[in-house]
């Protein structure tokens, strides 16, 4: 493969040959940026994302987990500065964490191009929400791009880089988990864009540097090219016409794309490529072609509320509707009006840690021990279900610690000594580490207990490195960090590293003298993922040998 | 007008194979040069939950979902898991269960996804050579062997039980 400065990536014959090929959207994304030459792919696992950085490194693209999304996103930003090409993935509850330097770098003049995934969990199929980010291309003023299939996917990310580095504007490629996750046939190489640009430096102040007097000037320069490429988007944007019937417009995007030409073949249908900044003309226009319009999309009512804004009549789904994912039957019922109430699934039989999971050992001297748990976001979230029923409160990753701590200031005396905080290894890397702080600085009365489950992994997205593990994404060694050293250097005396596995009795005294000890306590229950213990073993020992 | 798709729901626990089972599924009719959507919902599997993949293929695909009673097949590896997964079937579709496989005969028991498959490759037109490039290219080498010997099981299987079938007629 090489690229040319006219066509772009040119794949020579046996590579044209292999062209088509049954990808997943993840993987789609990273054979696009591979294809275009991303010096650097950044992000933090996150179902339905966490494929895409997987593969840009195995297709030989340079890829890393950061210890979260914002750090990620602020290593792609810097990437962009030197003009090269940054791709930075995370799913949906990665961009708040993100959205700190995702509304500034929207000001910024990037020199080359950032394109940054957000994978969306309609129906949270593994999330602990379903919020809409397309929102967040609103707010924050970046263009969007919503792929449908995986052939999407691919050219998509293409054009993102193509319209990132014409406008010098960081894109969004806004997934969900149908895109991500399903197979669909791609055919490589079917566009060509510009070769990246050489990185280098050169002072730029006023474009990249926020200090109020060059962002007044930065935000009216974002809102300026934003209307250029709402004109673009207009004339020559990613968007498709289907022409059928007079009587019924449907306007819609990503994969709802699908399920409307399954349940409505006969309707006219626009599909949106680029649902910000909006075609609003064109929108208008097919609007007014057609007898009825409605606009059929998944989640939120966000391009309902853009079009109706705009003074474009059209119907939207009814609110049941915004609740889950959309497939072909629910957008039938849409479009006859249906709210009678849907037929419920059979429920499965839902996920339990693995039979031998340590994270078992913890919650069952928890319970015993009738603790508060202050718990947060991995495998063993699964022990707030029965038998264990041992793990109070979920709200984010990282948010054991401080909801933790607050229970401690507010409860009275004997309750408020039996709360604990409890969080996995990638998690306290992740989002943990700050909650430590605040607990050495703000220390409640009755002390603390800070329980760190270290399994080796990341487990819940499938077996990730993190900084806690000391191996690179495609497992090779790096710097570690020990979280025992970590947690004595912030000024905590109490610091234990143990096996939940090897003696429980054990585990549960260490945890009952912690609890009456009125001071500040981290435990480190430490041993290895069940699953992961033997690739873990066996990327130590290839480690080793390079050593040698 | 197209024609329809042919739509397979493959279901299970994890850890059972469903995933790799549809992943050759999907294979083998991309290999035939159809249009394939495959779609499932993974995350959580590894920790023995519900896990079910649809596989669509024809001339051309839309939604990557099997419509709620429109599967044409259902495959399922875990018997409690048929009435979870009943609905998806449409009437007169067939079911495919592991009742139907000598279990006993697979020289290795997790096989049970591949001999599946290999009564389903009964109801379909692929030819067992598109099959067998497909295990092969799915699976590791040290499993192609049992795999193999699983996949005939289930298509022998998968005629008996057409012929009986065909008796009953
Ligand atoms: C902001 C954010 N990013 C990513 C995720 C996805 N996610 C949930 S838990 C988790 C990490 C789990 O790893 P760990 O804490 O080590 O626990 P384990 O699953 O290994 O028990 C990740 C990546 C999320 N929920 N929120
Ligand atoms: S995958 Fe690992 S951490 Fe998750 S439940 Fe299984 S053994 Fe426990």
Redesign the interface.
Known sequence: MQYSETKGVILDDLEQKQALA?LSGDEAVAMAAFDSGVTLGTGYPG??STEILETFETLGGKAQWSPNEKVAMEVAIGVAFSGARALVTMKHVGLNVAADPLFTVAYIRLDGALIIVSADDPGM??SQNEQDNRRYALAAGVPMLEPS?SQEAYEFTLRAIEISERWQVPVLLRMT??VC?????VRRGTMAIPPPHSPHFEHDFPSRVMIPAYAKPAHRRLRKTLAEIAAWNDEAGPNELIKGSSSLGIITSG?AF??V??AA?QASVLKLGMTYPLPLERMRAFAASVERCIVIEEGDPYLVEAARTAGIAVDAKPEMYRFGEL???RVRRILNGDISSE?K??????????PGCPHRNVYTVLKDLGCIVAGDIG?YS?GVLPPFQAMDSLVCMGAAIGVGLGLRHSLPPAEARRVVSVLGDSTFVHSGITGLVEMVYNPPESGHVLVILDNGTTA??GMQEHPGTGRTLNHAQTGKVIFEDLARSLGVRNVYVIDPAQDLGKFQDLIQSCLDKKELSVVIARRDCL?AARSIREYERCNEQQAD | ?NSKPTNVVIAG??GQGVIKAS?IL??VA?SAGL????????????????V?SDVRFGER?????V??GEADFLLVIAP??I?????ALRLGGSLIDPSQIDESSLSNKKSINVALLGVLSRHLQFPVEAWTAALERNLPQKLHDANLQAFSIGRAAGQTLEQKIGQKR
Do not use: W, Y
Request: proline share 12%; aromatic share 2%.
């Open positions: 049954l179902t339905p199929a593994s299939d988990t149908r996750h399903s197979k669909t046939v994969i699908q399920h030409r399954e073949p497939n072909s039957t037929a699934p059979v429920p499965g039989k839902p996920p339990a840690l693995c495998c699964l819940m997205t699953l | 007008m626990l994890g992943d999907a294979d991309f249009d394939v959507k495959k779609s499932e919902l993974h995350g959580m599997s590894q920790r023995g939950g519900s079910s695909v839309f939604s990557p979902m419509p709620e409690d898991q009435p979870v997964n009943a609905a």
